[in-house]
């Protein structure tokens, strides 16, 4: 590992054993499993809650039954508060 240069250090795993220090020619790069899932789910569920939000107005729009009603105009009211948060 002495001969890897211009990576740098992002998170030092509990699993990844003894890794030498980094000094000015060598830096490591590790990714273990567990920086890989914090950094996916958060992606994952703001991206589900953007396309249920745009489905749910999408469905409102596209029905002239559900534009109709009242409770569906408060969820729309809803999906769009939800989407400039």
């Known amino acids: ?33 567990s920086l890989i899932m914090i950094a996916v789910f958060p992606a994952a569920l703001a991206l589900g809650t953007v396309l249920g939000n745009l489905l749910v107005i999408v469905a409102v729009v596209l ?12 969820i729309v009211n809803l999906a769009i508060a939800d989407l400039l948060v």
């Open 1 to 33: 590992m002495d001969n890897i240069t211009g990576l740098v250090v992002l998170w030092k795993c509990a699993d990844a054993g003894s890794v030498p220090a980094p000094n000015a020619h060598t830096e490591v790069l590790l990714l273990c499993p």
């Open 63 to 74: 029905n002239s039954r559900l534009a109709r009603r009242g409770t569906s105009v408060l």
